[in-house]
């Protein structure tokens, strides 16, 4: 089963507003990462934050993690019709520290 | 650099045919994944390998065979392909480690089987 889920499965926003994203998640996890995929294209990787730590910033981009919620938050500030994308959570839950489990994903669109 | 690079990226096979996806990455990365994509169920792990020679089952390895017999490459093998195999397949590679670090993906590989 997916470990990461994530919520709203689909976003649609104007352009200039700001889009949030959260992704929750059933076990103990060393790190979450958020990854972009544009259409039809592979997978891009955007942020990794830390079980310590609760929050980090990328430019336009703010990630939290709360790890007594297990849940995660990721928030694009300014947004620009090339956001247009789907956004998925990543959870590394293995001891070996081997795999990544991704959730569903958020499909986000800005309209211009 | 290529990066990842995927082989090939569409295919259409008919039920019971078999075929080879090939995964090549030029960063001298250790691990390697597979995964696949289906609509509404995300990225599920389908077998993956942490060195030259080594390979271990992912989230849903029914029906999939793979082999690392080059640090470079990851082959991901369908024997007889069913179609409820139809999905997008992306490879990933990444550093080795003691944290799960940051994954590149390729491009993908549309497969189709009728």
């Known amino acids: 089963s997916q470990q990461g889920e994530e919520d709203p499965q689909a976003l649609s926003i104007q352009e200039g507003e700001n889009a949030t994203m959260n992704c929750s998640y059933k076990?103990?996890?060393?790190?979450l990462q958020w990854y972009r995929q544009n259409s039809g294209r592979g997978l891009v990787h955007l942020i990794l934050?830390?079980?310590?730590?609760r929050e980090k910033h990328s430019g336009r981009l703010r990630v939290t993690l709360d790890t007594s919620k297990k849940s995660s938050s990721l928030l694009i500030t300014a947004s620009r019709a090339a956001d247009t994308a789907s956004y998925f959570c990543?959870?590394?839950?293995?001891?070996?520290?081997?795999?990544?489990?991704f959730g569903q994903g958020t499909r986000l669109t800005i309209n211009p | 650099n290529a990066g990842v690079t995927q082989t090939p990226k569409f295919r259409v096979l008919k039920t019971g045919q078999s075929m080879t996806l090939l995964c090549a990455q030029d960063?001298?990365?250790?691990?390697m994944y597979w995964y696949r994509q289906d609509p509404g169920m995300g990225l599920r792990l389908i077998h993956y390998?942490?060195?030259?020679?080594?390979?271990a089952k992912g989230e849903v390895p029914d029906g999939y065979n793979v082999s690392r017999l080059k640090k470079q490459n990851f082959l991901l093998g369908l024997e007889s392909a069913a179609p409820s195999q139809t999905s997008v397949y992306f490879c990933?590679?990444?550093?080795?480690?003691?944290?799960?670090?940051?994954?590149?993906f390729g491009e993908g590989s549309r497969l189709t089987v009728l």
């Open positions: 990933a590679s990444r550093i080795a480690g003691g944290i799960t670090g940051e994954l590149f």
């Open positions: 076990t103990s996890i060393n790190n």
């Open positions: 934050i830390r079980s310590n730590e």
């Open positions: 990543a959870t590394d839950a293995s001891r070996g520290a081997q795999k990544l489990v």
């Open positions: 960063m001298n990365h250790e691990y």
């Open positions: 390998s942490v060195g030259e020679g080594t390979t």
